[in-house]
T-cell receptor, first 115, second 112 residues
Framework: DTEVTQTPKHLVMGMTNKKSLKCEQH?????MYWYKQKAKKPPELMFV???????INESVPSRFSPECPNSSLLNLHLHALQPEDSALYLC??????????????FGPGTRLTVT | AQSVTQLDSHVSVSEGTPVLLRCNYS??????LFWYVQHPNKGLQLLLK????ATLVKGINGFEAEFKKSETSFHLTKPSAHMSDAAEYFC??????????WGAGTKLIIKP
């Protein structure tokens, strides 16, 4: 099974709301990632978790807060977002971070709209 | 630093004709390279990967890519396009910190 699941598929939130995106994988992967993708652009890396520890934070604003409760789950907590944060948010996982031998498997994404 | 350039933003072919999506990379060492595909409003799916084994790499759905070090290229090909191949294709190189460096993408359009 090479599936990464994400919920919800779509999310509309106001600028004062708090919401969370969820990601799950059952492939035994120890690295998990959050990406942001704007229309007609490649994904941009936001966060990387390795063995449930935050490994990389690509200077993402604090209104985005990641959490890795266990090796299968990854959350992205959202608070006080701006309209420019509207995008497709993709979760991915790989066996480990290191090396091109470990390809990343992507979920279907959450389409976020901030009003 | 590693970088990747996809030479065409759009490629249009007729169904049943060959597909060629071009990708050039820049790397100071022997790179790992991927091609991913993204269908409209979907996530990304790995088509194939090169990790310094065979230079001709076969992927899913009849796609293949050839690693040419002398030309720093990793072009994606398919002998016969199908309507279901219409999608955005991304060429990716792995950087020295093991993160993915993405090309800008090529939109493949299939004419009936």
């Amino acid at each position: 099974d090479t599936e990464v699941t994400q919920t919800p598929k779509h999310l509309v939130m106001g600028m004062t709301n708090k919401k969370s995106l969820k990601c799950e994988q059952h492939m035994g992967h120890r690295a998990m990632y959050w990406y942001k993708q704007k229309a007609k652009k490649p994904p941009e890396l936001m966060f990387v978790y390795s063995y449930e520890k935050l490994s990389i934070n690509e200077s993402v604003p604090s209104r985005f807060s990641p959490e890795c409760p266990n090796s299968s789950l990854l959350n992205l907590h959202l608070h006080a977002l701006q309209p420019e944060d509207s995008a497709l948010y993709l979760c991915a996982s790989s066996q480990q971070i290191s090396g091109g031998a470990y390809e990343q498997y992507f979920g279907p994404g959450t389409r976020l709209t901030v009003t | 630093a590693q970088s990747v350039t996809q030479l065409d933003s759009h490629v249009s072919v007729s169904e049943g004709t060959p597909v060629l999506l071009r990708c050039n990379y820049s790397s100071s060492y022997s790179p790992s390279l991927f091609w991913y595909v993204q269908h409209p409003n979907k996530g990304l799916q790995l088509l194939l990967k090169y990790t310094s084994a065979a230079t001709l790499v076969k992927g899913i759905n009849g796609f293949e890519a050839e690693f040419k070090k002398s030309e720093t290229s990793f072009h994606l090909t398919k002998p016969s396009a199908h309507m279901s191949d219409a999608a955005e294709y991304f060429c990716v190189v792995v950087d020295s910190n093991y993160q993915l460096i993405w090309g800008a993408g090529t939109k493949l359009i299939i004419k009936p």
